[in-house]
């Protein structure tokens, strides 16, 4: 059984499931599909509940909003007390205050369930977070706490270092989220994030372990570096165990999409053993070694999706990181860029993805230079 970690008066599993990247039913980018494979998502949330996981993430346009539904019928057969459901609200997509309410009473009847256990202002930033202060969203969010429908209130996190200190010290919090990775431990300074979190002692929940699915296949070279350590671990292994080894971390949320994911992670996290000194200094050489091969620092979480000439941004930047990498040869990224359906070239630079991206990678100009110079 996958192992626990104390969270106020319950336990909270190490491991969590999101779903933001569920399997589906055609192979379009699974982060903008909303044809979820029900039976083979079904099974994976089946295999995490009889291992011990109980911590259970969405949002309101995962799978273009068809993840809340999901989920929340795939928990349905389980007793409500027996596991952790998550949801967050996505202040950007509330014009008004009272959308706010809209939002939340939609995520109710979406997943069919009365409460929410942990309830997050989504994706906060300096923008993001001075329109929750304008629209009392914090306020919104204690009430649905006083009514019972929340129990307990955070934030996700995407800002740099003085907009956490200053959300950290805004109110009053029972949990945080994060991205950290043994790649942005430096590269997005989550080691100061992970520690303005512990110093206010606020418990810290983290996303893209593995970046994406970044850290799984690093590209060769640092593949073998690792086998060589430890050949019974798997690659993904490194970064799953990396962060797991931090005392204040309760949760490490993965997108599993597959059984094999699935019991990986498992096992990962079943008496669990923190990385000593060693293991944690091949994590930062390896997050080394990828730096010097200039890869794009995205995810592939497709929060830039909605792009008005429907430019596969998130594709065109996996291409361009295997080239980078070693996954692929030059002429064979530029194969697989050019099966791509709408390129580079499409961009018109508008910057509507930009404003989206949590990374806060500089899209347009990619798409405009450097993405069509690198594979003409």
Known sequence: MVDKRKFKNTEVSLLGLGTMRLPCKTPIKRESNPLIDYNKAQKLVDIAYENGVNYFDTAFMYHVGKSEKFIGTALKKYPRESYNLADKLPIWMCPTPADMEKVFNKQLTRTGHTYFDFYLLHSLDKDNFDKCEKFGAYDFVMKKKA??????????????????????????????????????????????QYEILTEANIPV??????RGGKLADPGREISEMLKANEPDRSIASWAIGFVASFDNVITILSGMNSEEQMYDNISTLTDFVPFDENKMNICFNAAAMMNKSDIIPCTGCDYCADCPKGVKISSVFAVFNKVKTGELTHEE?????????????????CGKCKEHCPQSINIPGWMDDGIPKFFS
């Open 147 to 192: 009514e019972g429908k929340i129990k307990n209130v955070g934030f996700s996190f995407h800002g740099t270092i003085e907009d956490l200190e200053r959300i950290v010290a805004a109110h009053k919090w029972d949990f945080a989220q994060i991205q950290m990775n043994y790649l942005d431990w430096k590269n997005q300074n989550a080691k100061r």
């Open 333 to 349: 990224g530029i194969e697989e860029y050019n099966r791509i359906d709408v390129k580079a070239d499409k961009c018109v630079g």
């Open 205 to 210: 929940i983290i996303m893209e372990p593995v």
